[in-house]
C-alpha cells in the first residue's frame, strides 16, 4: 500500500495548488494548458522497489529496453514485431525462463548470437494461428 501525496504548484498560477494522493496519476496538457487527474495501478509504478518488474501491454521495443537494463543483455528483434505488445510480471525469474515465456505467449522465436539474443517471427507458428 502507497501512502504520502505529492503537491503540484504552478510557477505562472500562484493560487494553483493540487495534492495528489497514492493511486493518481497528473498529466498535462500544454496545448490547453489543462491538468487531468486519473486512477491508476500504482503497483505498476511501483513495484520496481521490490524487485518486480511489470510489462503491461508494452511494446516489444520497450520491453526489449527493460530487459536489457535488468539483466545487462543485448537484445535485437525485426522490425515487424517491433510493435507486438506484451503482459507478464517478472520477479526474480532468470532470462531464460523470461525468453521461453514470451516465446509461448507470441509468435516468436529467439536464438543466441555471439552475445546478442535475436527475437525473429515464428512464422510456423503464425500459420498454426491462421488455420
Known sequence: MESGK???LSPEVASFQY???PGERASFVKSNNQLN????NT???????????NIYNQPLVEVVKRLEKRYN???EFADELKDFPFTFTIKNEPLDEIIRIMEKIA???TKQEEN???????TEKVRE???
Open 43 to 53: 503497483m505498476k509504478y511501483t513495484s520496481w522497489k521490490d524487485g518486480i518488474l
Open 116 to 122: 546478442v539474443i535475436v527475437f525473429q517471427l515464428d
Open 6 to 8: 505529492v503537491q503540484l
Open 107 to 109: 509468435p516468436i522465436k
Open 73 to 75: 543483455q543485448k537484445f
Open 129 to 131: 494461428l491462421s488455420r
Open 37 to 40: 487527474i486519473s486512477e491508476v
Open 19 to 21: 495534492f495528489l494522493r
